[in-house]
């Protein structure tokens, strides 16, 4: 009886405090400064968006971009909280995160997604894309939509393609010129069957490894080398513990923009088109900005670097492109029929 007691005097003395303190001008606070977590608490719609590479990167750049815009579109009723550098989920486990709904939003490159859906092996063909017009040209026209529309059955969402750059080849035992040239090298490859089938096409050991153990094993000599993007290159710091690299443009490192599907058809109808239209206007800008940013990187890592690089004639490019030709019919029943074809008529288009 005596703690009910205690509680109500509690209680009435609070109310009569927040009544002095919160309702008479004199004694209210100035107003705290804007605080977006308080803000619509209950009412506030927040996106994980977990990604592996660095913030100044093609896509660590979108997201940001993309969390500002639906900020802004959505007036602040959805908040995007991008994880970058892998701090949350490495590319082994994000896939896992995405499906569980752990986290709402990741952007894995393409080969990571090619284990659960073997189709997207397409988009690792070796020089499947001849330019940056036919990358456009695949992620806008039907390879792109025919494989987003795969991966509904995994509780997926395809909201995007970000384009990152074309791969180089780096290494520490070079220089790297033809094919034979990887002999008895041991390279870190991502994660992709057909990935790691192209290295092993020339009597070469492969690991596969997450991106942010990489650096490491560049500078421990654990691996003599790998396939990666200029900006990928640039932002870990790949030229710094790689003696080699070839600008062999021999294949395409983007990534599919995933949403957890369960979490999207749940959003209310007008959130969607606001997220839509803030997703269409990054895209138009990641994609150009990706670009610029992996010419740019590549005169950084000429300026700032003494890594030695090489230029593949188109004599040495075909040398390449015939040496992976197998690849292609290996991989048609995983990745399907049409889509290959898809990708030869883009090649003839744009010349392979
Ligand atoms: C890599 O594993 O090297 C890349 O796929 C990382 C990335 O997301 O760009």
Known sequence: ?????GIALMVIVGMAAALLIGFHPMLSQAPTSYDDEQEGFD???????????AENTPKGLAAQEFARLVKEKTNDRVKVEVYPNGVLYSEVDEIDALQQGSVQMIAPSFPNLSE????????????????NEAVQEAFEGPIGSTLFGQLERVNMVGMAYWGNGFKQI???KGPIIHPID???QHFRTMRSKLLDAEFRLFDMRTTEMPFNQVYRSYENGTVDGGENSISNIYTKKFYQVQKYMTISNHGYLGYAV???RTFWKKLPYDVQLQIQEAMKATTQWANQNAILMNQKQLEDIKNESRIQIYTLTPAERKEWLDAWAPIYSQYESYIGTD???MIRQLQQKYGS
């Open 43 to 53: 009412t506030q719609i927040v996106i994980k968006f977990s990604h592996v590479v």
């Open 1 to 5: 009886m005596k703690s009910y007691l």
């Open 170 to 172: 780096t290494s520490n």
């Open 339 to 341: 889509i290959i074809k």
């Open 182 to 184: 990887l002999k008895g």
């Open 116 to 131: 659960l859906v073997p189709s997207w092996m397409a988009l690792d063909l070796p020089f499947a894309f001849p330019t």
């Open 258 to 260: 995933l949403m957890n």
